[in-house]
């Protein structure tokens, strides 16, 4: 695998943009992810969180722009930006007739790991993410909750520098999620990166150290959460730099008593 750079960011964004159509989701977007950061990136829907992430990891080709993982052009050399990424896309399709180790075992040996590197992998996350009380299920008949957490193992499984996760506490229960942070944390705190898209902003503060705020396909704002933040909640800056106030809104009078 190609070594790279100490000094390059674990992601750059210059210039993307992709558009559908007349609809503009992505215009520009430059955003430069730290090495060792915890970037949380938020946005109202549509904004074009999920749109950008998957330019970003390789799965949607932009119209204009670049993207780079440790100074390797994800679009350029593919192969190599890949090996240093692992991705949990918005809706991600799994092999659903296999059972969760069985979907390991595959994507591990797809990548070229060791059989034995995969088993003993796969035995350790199954474990720690509850799965392994599943053995015998196959994927298809997951809860939704199973399923962020194996993708979570998957994207995992291959030891990547970068995580891209887009929405993975949803549907997970408290205590698979308290076990989902504690990894996540010890994943940067062993030198990975981390970006992660969420529409919970209070899970934002708790685990990241640098933000992210797309509106309108365009970032709006984009620190560590503290430059963010500017003494305020997260929650109150978001509504102030996507000009969210909600003035227009009216109660509905006929909900009342």
Known sequence: MRSFADDDAALRLTGLSKAFGASLAA???DLEVPRGAFLGLVGQNGAGKTTTLSMAVGLLRPDAGSAHVFGIDVWEEPDAAKALIGVLPDGLAMPERLT???VLTYLGLLRGLPESTVGRRAEELLSVLGLDRAEKTLVIE???GMRKKIDLAAALLHAPRLLVLDEPFEA?????????????RG?????GSIVLSSHVMALVEQLCDHVAVIDGGRVAA???LEEIREGRSLE????QLVNAE???VKELAWLSR
């Open 27 to 29: 215009d520009r977007i």
């Open 100 to 102: 969760g180790r069985e």
């Open 142 to 144: 997951y809860s939704t």
């Open 172 to 184: 997970v229960d408290p205590v698979s999620a308290a076990t989902i942070k504690t990894i996540l």
């Open 187 to 191: 994943f940067v705190a062993g030198g």
């Open 222 to 224: 984009a620190g560590t």
């Open 236 to 239: 109150e800056r978001f509504v």
């Open 246 to 248: 909600g003035g227009g």
